[in-house]
């Protein structure tokens, strides 16, 4: 992985420099982490099929497999688990924090902010070794979701929840989020929400992790590598697709108003969110997975409007456009029957991607070469300069 390079921009042909914008197609590093492929398993973990993943497996164990290679044992997984429940408290710094927060303060402003803080009360703060950025990497992994239910209790005036040691971490989650926990349907409620985790563990170099890498590389710790991913993430473009999803199905109102809906936006030439992928140009295989949970979960619940709008939406969008949904949009459904808190759609994301990034951060420090790309200069040839007294 860490092989010499030469620092002069490839050329073509006609010894043009290559340019690609927004690094489309570009190769910019190696990793042993997501093969993104758009073949019969459309994506795997360290080797193991997404969908083998999502469906036998746990989101506990796939964090377990990003970070440490392997799959683990039962003793392994147990271990695993009795770790992020030690971890699963925050420093009283970060409760000081998010009591001086300004009201309406975006959530990602303040878990970005929070987790900087996490990095400044970290007992490894100032080790940058393999083991000490693991050991960090758990404990964001616990500290994470509570920081971002206290975040959105102490905005929301409402008591804060202890987190459950007997808990997976899907249904703490769950439970952090909602208060919900127990019963039936809070049962199938988390076992929905460990299989997006799952699927939104990781996803090769897309942009949040690709600015935690090069923020890596520079060999600073993993928290400012962290905190460089989140405010990648809150940018539009990035993150927030499934929050405005589940906006455009309230939007939308009723599986009845759904065609109409869709073809007038389509005339207006506004865009439907939660369609087309950068890389996936074929469809998102992770869409179809977690459509099935979605489609047995409005069963359950006895409320099918989320989803007969959603398979209303797709249709118009097919026939129009030649689109597929992508992860983002079945996931909208899901996380409105469980009600969680659509401002907090995308710190949920990073409650899952912190597994992928912190992997990333800890393959690029194993492997570094500092990232130093070069720009295609589009400025004036040749200026000479001339005195400030002679201007005019």
């Given at each position: ?32 982490l ?16 997404i ?33 992020l ?72 005036a ?24 127990g ?5 199938a ?75 007038e ?91 992928g ?36």
């Amino acid at each position: 992985m860490n092989q010499v390079m030469s620092e002069s921009p490839a050329t073509d042909s006609l010894d043009r420099p290559v340019y690609s914008p927004g690094l489309e197609g570009v190769i910019a590093g190696e990793s042993a982490l997501c093969l993104v492929d758009e073949g019969e398993a459309g994506l795997r973990y360290r080797g193991y099929a997404i969908g083998d993943l999502a469906e036998h497996g746990s989101f506990e164990e796939v964090a377990f497999l990003l970070l440490f290679d392997h799959l683990p044992t039962a003793k392994e997984l147990n271990d695993f688990r009795g770790e992020l429940a030690l971890h699963s408290v925050l420093p009283r710094p970060i409760e000081d924090f998010l009591s001086l927060v300004p009201t309406g303060a975006h959530p990602m402003d303040v878990l970005r902010t929070g987790v900087s803080l996490l990095g400044m009360t970290d007992p490894d703060a100032a080790d940058h070794s393999h083991e000490a950025n693991v050991r960090k990497s758990l404990r964001l992994l616990a500290q994470i979701p509570l920081l971002v239910s206290a975040a959105y209790r102490f905005a929301n005036a409402a008591p804060l929840a202890p987190p459950h040691a007997e808990l997976s971490f899907a249904d703490n989650l769950l439970y952090l989020l909602t208060d919900r926990k127990g019963d039936e349907q809070a049962r199938a409620m988390a076992r929905v929400l460990d299989v997006s985790l799952t699927l939104y563990a990781e996803h090769e170099f897309n942009a949040s992790t690709f600015a935690a890498r090069v923020t890596a590389s520079t060999m600073t710790d993993l928290h400012s590598a962290v905190t460089s991913a989140i405010g990648t993430l809150k940018g539009p473009l990035h993150g927030g697709a499934n929050e405005a999803v589940a906006e455009m199905f309230l939007e939308i109102g009723r599986r009845e108003q759904a065609e109409r809906w869709v073809r007038e936006a389509l005339a207006s030439k506004r865009r439907i969110m939660g369609f087309g992928h950068r890389v996936l140009k074929k469809g998102d295989s992770r869409s179809a997975i977690i459509q099935r949970h979605a489609d047995s979960l409005s069963r359950l619940c006895g409320e099918r409007r989320w989803y007969d709008i959603a398979t209303a939406v797709e249709r118009v969008m097919q026939e129009e456009k030649g689109l597929y949904p992508n992860l983002d949009f079945y996931t909208a459904v899901a996380y409105l029957l469980m009600a969680v808190p659509r401002a907090l759609y995308t710190p949920v994301f990073v409650c899952s991607r912190i597994t992928g990034w912190c992997a990333h951060v800890i393959e690029q420090q194993d492997h570094n070469r500092l990232m130093r790309p070069r720009a295609l200069y589009t400025g004036p040839a040749k200026r000479e300069y001339v005195p400030l007294g002679r201007r005019t």
